[in-house]
Protein backbone atom coordinates (compact mmCIF):
# COMPACT_ATOMS: atom_id res chain seq x y z
CA UNK A 1 0.00 0.00 0.00
CA UNK A 2 1.66 3.27 -0.96
CA UNK A 3 2.33 5.79 1.30
CA UNK A 4 0.96 9.11 1.03
CA UNK A 5 3.08 11.51 1.93
CA UNK A 6 6.16 9.84 2.33
CA UNK A 7 9.44 9.71 0.05
CA UNK A 8 12.22 7.74 -0.40
CA UNK A 9 15.80 8.24 -0.95
CA UNK A 10 17.28 5.88 -3.05
CA UNK A 11 20.99 6.37 -2.24
CA UNK A 12 23.47 4.77 -4.63
CA UNK A 13 27.26 4.79 -3.76
CA UNK A 14 30.25 3.35 -5.81
CA UNK A 15 33.34 3.89 -4.76
CA UNK A 16 32.02 7.09 -2.76
CA UNK A 17 34.30 6.84 0.73
CA UNK A 18 35.41 10.20 0.91
CA UNK A 19 31.84 11.14 0.73
CA UNK A 20 29.10 8.62 1.99
CA UNK A 21 29.05 9.83 5.56
CA UNK A 22 28.68 13.15 4.84
CA UNK A 23 25.57 11.93 2.34
CA UNK A 24 23.59 10.13 4.66
CA UNK A 25 24.06 12.46 7.32
CA UNK A 26 22.36 14.70 5.43
CA UNK A 27 19.34 12.41 4.60
CA UNK A 28 18.80 11.73 8.52
CA UNK A 29 19.25 15.55 8.81
CA UNK A 30 16.10 16.66 6.79
CA UNK A 31 13.49 18.61 8.17
CA UNK A 32 10.94 16.48 6.41
CA UNK A 33 9.27 13.22 8.83
CA UNK A 34 8.20 11.26 6.55
CA UNK A 35 10.83 9.48 4.67
CA UNK A 36 12.77 6.42 4.67
CA UNK A 37 16.27 5.67 3.10
CA UNK A 38 17.56 2.82 0.59
CA UNK A 39 21.17 2.55 0.61
CA UNK A 40 23.14 0.00 -2.05
CA UNK A 41 26.21 -0.32 -2.47
CA UNK A 42 27.10 -0.68 -5.93
CA UNK A 43 29.77 -3.18 -5.78
CA UNK A 44 32.31 -0.60 -4.66
CA UNK A 45 35.97 -1.46 -4.27
CA UNK A 46 36.85 0.85 -1.32
CA UNK A 47 35.67 0.85 2.09
CA UNK A 48 32.21 2.34 1.49
CA UNK A 49 30.43 -0.86 2.37
CA UNK A 50 32.36 -0.53 5.52
CA UNK A 51 31.51 3.04 6.33
CA UNK A 52 27.80 2.29 5.74
CA UNK A 53 27.39 -0.42 7.56
CA UNK A 54 28.66 1.26 10.56
CA UNK A 55 26.67 4.48 10.10
CA UNK A 56 23.57 2.01 9.52
CA UNK A 57 24.19 0.37 12.77
CA UNK A 58 24.30 3.58 14.63
CA UNK A 59 21.69 5.40 13.14
CA UNK A 60 18.94 2.01 12.54
CA UNK A 61 16.96 4.00 15.52
CA UNK A 62 16.36 7.39 13.61
CA UNK A 63 14.75 6.84 10.62
CA UNK A 64 13.34 3.33 8.29
CA UNK A 65 16.40 2.52 6.39
CA UNK A 66 17.36 -0.56 4.23
CA UNK A 67 20.67 -1.31 3.16
CA UNK A 68 21.04 -3.47 -0.45
CA UNK A 69 24.98 -4.34 -1.43
CA UNK A 70 26.34 -5.95 -4.44
CA UNK A 71 29.39 -7.75 -5.25
CA UNK A 72 29.76 -6.91 -8.24
CA UNK A 73 28.67 -3.36 -9.83
CA UNK A 74 25.00 -3.21 -11.91
CA UNK A 75 23.42 -1.00 -14.06
CA UNK A 76 22.95 2.03 -12.26
CA UNK A 77 19.71 2.46 -14.29
CA UNK A 78 18.81 -1.11 -13.30
CA UNK A 79 19.80 -0.65 -9.40
CA UNK A 80 17.15 2.19 -9.09
CA UNK A 81 14.67 0.82 -10.88
CA UNK A 82 14.59 -2.33 -8.42
CA UNK A 83 15.02 0.42 -5.77
CA UNK A 84 11.66 2.10 -7.71
CA UNK A 85 9.54 -1.13 -7.70
CA UNK A 86 10.31 -2.08 -3.87
CA UNK A 87 9.29 1.59 -2.59
CA UNK A 88 5.87 2.24 -1.43
CA UNK A 89 6.49 5.79 -0.83
CA UNK A 90 4.49 8.49 -2.76
CA UNK A 91 7.49 10.77 -3.83
CA UNK A 92 11.49 9.09 -4.27
CA UNK A 93 14.74 10.69 -5.27
CA UNK A 94 18.17 9.22 -7.01
CA UNK A 95 20.59 10.46 -4.62
CA UNK A 96 24.41 9.60 -5.77
CA UNK A 97 26.27 8.88 -2.83
CA UNK A 98 28.78 11.66 -3.41
CA UNK A 99 26.06 14.75 -3.11
CA UNK A 100 24.31 16.15 0.16
CA UNK A 101 21.03 17.64 0.37
CA UNK A 102 20.62 20.31 2.60
CA UNK A 103 18.32 19.97 5.47
CA UNK A 104 15.30 21.52 3.91
CA UNK A 105 15.23 20.13 0.20
CA UNK A 106 12.76 17.76 0.49
CA UNK A 107 10.32 19.72 2.60
CA UNK A 108 10.29 22.50 0.56
CA UNK A 109 10.17 20.38 -2.78
CA UNK A 110 7.33 18.07 -1.83
CA UNK A 111 5.26 21.14 -0.93
CA UNK A 112 5.38 22.29 -4.25
CA UNK A 113 4.39 18.27 -5.52
CA UNK A 114 1.51 18.13 -2.86
CA UNK A 115 -0.82 20.80 -5.02
CA UNK A 116 -1.03 18.43 -7.74
CA UNK A 117 -0.68 14.51 -8.49
CA UNK A 118 -0.08 15.05 -12.53
CA UNK A 119 3.52 16.94 -11.73
CA UNK A 120 5.93 14.62 -12.81
CA UNK A 121 8.61 15.78 -10.64
CA UNK A 122 10.12 19.18 -8.92
CA UNK A 123 13.24 20.57 -9.65
CA UNK A 124 16.01 23.14 -8.12
CA UNK A 125 18.79 24.94 -8.08
CA UNK A 126 22.19 23.03 -6.28
CA UNK A 127 25.56 24.42 -5.39
CA UNK A 128 28.55 22.88 -7.73
CA UNK A 129 31.67 22.08 -5.97
CA UNK A 130 34.45 21.35 -8.50
CA UNK A 131 37.92 19.92 -7.79
CA UNK A 132 39.42 22.77 -7.14
CA UNK A 133 37.08 23.61 -3.97
CA UNK A 134 35.46 26.46 -6.06
CA UNK A 135 31.79 26.62 -5.69
CA UNK A 136 29.25 27.59 -8.25
CA UNK A 137 25.42 27.79 -8.65
CA UNK A 138 23.93 25.68 -11.41
CA UNK A 139 21.79 28.05 -12.49
CA UNK A 140 23.30 32.01 -12.97
CA UNK A 141 22.52 34.49 -10.23
CA UNK A 142 23.12 37.84 -9.58
CA UNK A 143 24.92 39.01 -6.28
CA UNK A 144 21.84 39.41 -4.32
CA UNK A 145 20.49 35.48 -5.14
CA UNK A 146 18.28 36.18 -7.77
CA UNK A 147 17.90 34.07 -10.76
CA UNK A 148 19.34 36.03 -13.94
CA UNK A 149 17.29 34.32 -16.64
CA UNK A 150 13.85 32.93 -15.79
CA UNK A 151 12.91 29.28 -16.62
CA UNK A 152 10.34 29.25 -19.62
CA UNK A 153 7.80 26.24 -18.45
CA UNK A 154 6.04 26.61 -21.95
CA UNK A 155 9.41 26.00 -24.11
CA UNK A 156 11.04 23.61 -21.36
CA UNK A 157 10.58 20.15 -23.87
CA UNK A 158 12.78 22.60 -26.35
CA UNK A 159 14.95 23.44 -23.60
CA UNK A 160 16.03 20.43 -22.23
CA UNK A 161 16.75 18.50 -25.98
CA UNK A 162 19.22 21.43 -26.45
CA UNK A 163 20.43 21.40 -23.54
CA UNK A 164 21.48 20.29 -20.06
CA UNK A 165 19.01 22.82 -17.70
CA UNK A 166 17.86 20.93 -15.01
CA UNK A 167 20.54 19.55 -12.76
CA UNK A 168 19.50 15.99 -12.02
CA UNK A 169 20.25 15.76 -8.01
CA UNK A 170 17.89 18.69 -7.16
CA UNK A 171 14.89 16.42 -8.50
CA UNK A 172 12.22 14.84 -6.47
CA UNK A 173 9.90 12.88 -8.70
CA UNK A 174 6.58 11.46 -8.48
CA UNK A 175 6.96 8.25 -8.23
CA UNK A 176 3.45 6.95 -9.27
CA UNK A 177 3.86 8.95 -12.75
CA UNK A 178 7.76 7.19 -13.04
CA UNK A 179 6.46 4.40 -12.31
CA UNK A 180 3.95 4.42 -15.27
CA UNK A 181 6.32 5.70 -18.16
CA UNK A 182 8.66 2.71 -16.69
CA UNK A 183 11.19 4.17 -15.02
CA UNK A 184 15.16 4.60 -16.17
CA UNK A 185 15.46 3.12 -19.46
CA UNK A 186 17.72 0.21 -19.06
CA UNK A 187 18.97 0.33 -22.30
CA UNK A 188 21.06 3.08 -21.93
CA UNK A 189 24.00 4.10 -20.06
CA UNK A 190 23.07 6.84 -18.04
CA UNK A 191 19.61 8.22 -17.28
CA UNK A 192 18.85 12.33 -16.83
CA UNK A 193 18.79 13.61 -20.54
CA UNK A 194 16.30 10.65 -21.38
CA UNK A 195 13.85 10.71 -18.13
CA UNK A 196 13.66 14.43 -18.15
CA UNK A 197 12.71 15.02 -21.66
CA UNK A 198 10.43 12.01 -21.60
CA UNK A 199 8.44 13.16 -18.44
CA UNK A 200 8.49 17.01 -19.77
CA UNK A 201 7.12 15.92 -23.18
CA UNK A 202 3.87 14.39 -21.02
CA UNK A 203 3.81 16.28 -18.15
CA UNK A 204 3.64 19.38 -15.88
CA UNK A 205 7.01 20.24 -14.22
CA UNK A 206 8.20 22.82 -11.39
CA UNK A 207 10.95 24.77 -10.19
CA UNK A 208 11.41 25.76 -6.79
CA UNK A 209 13.71 28.52 -6.27
CA UNK A 210 16.04 27.34 -3.50
CA UNK A 211 19.46 25.83 -3.47
CA UNK A 212 18.81 22.25 -2.21
CA UNK A 213 22.15 19.51 -2.85
CA UNK A 214 25.64 19.94 -3.17
CA UNK A 215 26.86 18.29 -5.97
CA UNK A 216 30.22 17.67 -6.57
CA UNK A 217 31.96 17.65 -9.69
CA UNK A 218 35.15 15.58 -9.83
CA UNK A 219 37.16 13.27 -12.20
CA UNK A 220 35.46 10.18 -11.39
CA UNK A 221 32.13 11.27 -11.74
CA UNK A 222 29.99 9.68 -14.65
CA UNK A 223 29.48 13.38 -16.69
CA UNK A 224 33.22 13.82 -17.10
CA UNK A 225 33.64 10.75 -18.79
CA UNK A 226 30.76 11.73 -21.44
CA UNK A 227 33.19 12.33 -24.39
CA UNK A 228 36.31 9.67 -23.49
CA UNK A 229 38.52 9.54 -26.98
CA UNK A 230 37.45 6.26 -29.18
CA UNK A 231 35.44 4.41 -26.67
CA UNK A 232 32.67 6.66 -24.81
CA UNK A 233 30.38 4.75 -23.08
CA UNK A 234 27.77 7.95 -22.98
CA UNK A 235 27.35 9.05 -26.60
CA UNK A 236 25.95 6.04 -28.07
CA UNK A 237 22.68 6.69 -25.14
CA UNK A 238 22.52 10.50 -25.96
CA UNK A 239 22.02 8.84 -29.96
CA UNK A 240 19.40 6.60 -28.72
CA UNK A 241 18.16 9.34 -26.91
CA UNK A 242 17.87 11.68 -29.58
CA UNK A 243 16.57 9.23 -31.83
CA UNK A 244 13.08 8.85 -29.30
CA UNK A 245 12.99 12.61 -29.51
CA UNK A 246 12.73 12.32 -33.06
CA UNK A 247 9.27 10.15 -32.51
CA UNK A 248 7.88 12.82 -29.93
CA UNK A 249 8.36 16.03 -31.84
CA UNK A 250 5.30 17.74 -33.10
CA UNK A 251 6.50 20.82 -34.37
CA UNK A 252 9.30 22.58 -36.06
CA UNK A 253 10.81 24.29 -33.12
CA UNK A 254 10.76 21.11 -31.68
CA UNK A 255 12.78 19.73 -34.85
CA UNK A 256 14.88 22.65 -34.68
CA UNK A 257 15.96 22.16 -30.89
CA UNK A 258 16.76 18.65 -32.02
CA UNK A 259 19.06 19.68 -35.14
CA UNK A 260 20.90 22.00 -32.62
CA UNK A 261 21.63 19.33 -30.38
CA UNK A 262 22.97 16.65 -32.72
CA UNK A 263 25.55 19.57 -33.91
CA UNK A 264 26.41 19.62 -30.76
CA UNK A 265 26.90 16.08 -29.56
CA UNK A 266 28.09 14.93 -33.06
CA UNK A 267 30.76 18.00 -32.67
CA UNK A 268 32.44 16.20 -29.68
CA UNK A 269 31.99 12.68 -31.08
CA UNK A 270 34.40 13.97 -34.12
CA UNK A 271 37.01 15.90 -31.67
CA UNK A 272 36.64 12.88 -29.52
CA UNK A 273 37.40 10.20 -32.55
CA UNK A 274 34.01 8.15 -31.15
CA UNK A 275 33.02 7.65 -35.48
CA UNK A 276 31.16 5.10 -35.24
CA UNK A 277 28.53 7.32 -32.74
CA UNK A 278 29.34 10.05 -35.21
CA UNK A 279 27.93 8.29 -38.13
CA UNK A 280 24.73 7.65 -36.31
CA UNK A 281 24.70 11.24 -35.41
CA UNK A 282 24.80 12.05 -38.97
CA UNK A 283 22.21 9.48 -40.23
CA UNK A 284 19.57 10.86 -37.57
CA UNK A 285 20.46 14.44 -39.23
CA UNK A 286 20.09 13.55 -42.60
CA UNK A 287 16.54 12.13 -41.60
CA UNK A 288 15.39 15.00 -40.30
CA UNK A 289 16.60 17.29 -43.23
CA UNK A 290 19.78 19.03 -40.58
CA UNK A 291 20.80 21.80 -43.39
CA UNK A 292 23.66 23.68 -41.98
CA UNK A 293 27.78 24.50 -43.27
CA UNK A 294 29.17 22.76 -39.93
CA UNK A 295 27.34 19.46 -40.66
CA UNK A 296 28.74 19.79 -44.37
CA UNK A 297 32.18 20.03 -42.80
CA UNK A 298 31.22 16.98 -40.24
CA UNK A 299 30.40 14.83 -42.68
CA UNK A 300 33.75 15.74 -44.99
CA UNK A 301 35.45 14.90 -40.97
CA UNK A 302 33.69 11.81 -40.92
CA UNK A 303 34.59 10.60 -44.46
CA UNK A 304 38.38 11.08 -43.68
CA UNK A 305 38.07 10.15 -40.00
CA UNK A 306 40.47 12.74 -39.24
CA UNK A 307 41.69 12.10 -35.69
CA UNK A 308 42.85 14.95 -33.39
CA UNK A 309 41.56 13.65 -29.96
CA UNK A 310 44.81 14.16 -28.72
CA UNK A 311 44.17 17.98 -29.25
CA UNK A 312 40.26 17.52 -27.86
CA UNK A 313 42.07 15.66 -24.73
CA UNK A 314 44.34 19.10 -23.75
CA UNK A 315 41.57 20.99 -24.32
CA UNK A 316 39.57 18.99 -21.53
Known sequence: MKSSGFVTIVCICFNHESWIQECLESVKLQDYAQKDLIIIDNGSSDNSLEIIQKWVKENSGSLKLELISHEKPQSYLKVFNDALKKSKSQYIVDLS????????????????LKPSKEIAFVFSDAYILDEDRIVKTFYKRTSGGELKEEIEFGKLYETLIQLYSICSPTIVFNRDILIRE??????LSYEDFDIQVRLSRKYPLVFSDHVGVLKRKHSDSLSSRQYIPYDSKMLPSTLLVCQKIKKMNETESENRALK???????????????????KGFIDLGDEINLKSPFFVIYKIWLRFK???SWIYTRLT
Open 97 to 112: GDDLLYPDHLSISIAH
Open 182 to 187: GGYDEN
Open 260 to 278: KRILFELKHALWSANFKVA
Open 306 to 308: IDI
